[in-house]
């Protein structure tokens, strides 16, 4: 980090697009930008700041907290309950926080989190990052990715939109695809990456992650950004630009 792009961090409108590069509405990769990082393996092994991982395994409580069973729809007497999803399945990241009015079976969802391992139940729906989701179907959804359906949300004061969603062929907006990464959690851990499931590695630290959830622009009282909170969302405004740069 230079201290020019730290002399950023004081410009509220550069925080702004900072977020908007992570977000996406500045920064949507082509077809052609998706084959380039595909072939770069990624590029996601870059770690700048990858000694603050690992050491906070009390934060995974955040993620248990975020984990919730929403959007099991349809009128199963006895039978299959068809897990239905729309854009309105998705909401301001901070909100989802408070577990409450949630529909289904959120306790099993929630003993799931807590336990950190074993098959989430069909309905649920667990984030990290407010623009990348993961929700469990009905069995036979997809034997491939365990039922689980990923998406790659588009996020704004309006609301969301999907931008693409389905199993295996789901890419993020850096064109990186889902499963490929989430498949390498041990089997035990049912695709759920944390930190030590398996999964490689990203470039994403802690506070960039508590940064992306505070800035999430779906929240009525967003809280005020912190220092570190602008400082994160530089560097992660930093690692972007690299991770496609170097394409
Ligand atoms: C380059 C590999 C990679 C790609 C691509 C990727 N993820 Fe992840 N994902 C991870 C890792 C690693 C974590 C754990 C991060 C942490 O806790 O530090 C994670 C975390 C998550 C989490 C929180 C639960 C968990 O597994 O820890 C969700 C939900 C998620 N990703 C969804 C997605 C979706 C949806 C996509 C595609 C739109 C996607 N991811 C693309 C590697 C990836």
């Known amino acids: 980090m230079t201290r020019d792009a730290l002399s950023t961090t004081s410009d509220g409108r550069k925080i702004k697009d900072a977020v908007q590069v992570v977000y996406g509405s500045k920064f949507r990769p082509t077809e052609e930008d998706n084959m380039k990082s595909r072939s770069a393996g990624g590029g996601v092994s870059i770690n700048r700041n990858g000694n603050n991982r690992c050491r906070h395994r009390r934060q995974h409580a955040l993620f248990t907290l975020i984990a919730l069973a929403v959007g099991v729809a349809g009128a199963g007497i006895a039978g299959e309950t068809k897990v239905d999803v729309d854009e309105n399945s998705f909401k301001c990241i901070l909100e989802m926080t408070k577990v409450d009015n949630v529909l289904g079976d959120l306790q099993s969802t929630i003993a799931v989190a807590q336990a950190g391992r074993g098959e989430y139940p069909a309905g649920s729906v667990v984030q990290l990052i407010p623009t990348e989701v993961m929700i469990k179907h009905e069995k036979g959804y997809s034997p491939v990715t365990r039922d689980w359906e990923f998406f790659s949300v588009d996020i704004s004061k309006d609301g ?88």
Not at 173 to 190: I, T
Not at 200 to 221: E, G, N, Y
């Open 160 to 247: 969301s939109k999907i931008h693409s969603r389905g199993a295996a062929e789901v890419n993020n907006r850096l064109g990186l695809n889902c499963f490929a990464c989430h498949v390498k959690a041990k089997h035990e851990f049912d695709f759920i990456c944390e930190q030590t499931n398996g999964c490689d590695p990203i470039p994403v630290t802690r506070p960039m992650f508590t940064a992306l959830q505070r800035s999430d622009p779906r929240c009525k009282d967003a809280p005020e950004l912190t220092d570190e909170d602008k400082q994160a969302l530089s560097d992660l405004a930093e690692v972007v630009k690299t991770l496609t740069q170097k394409q």
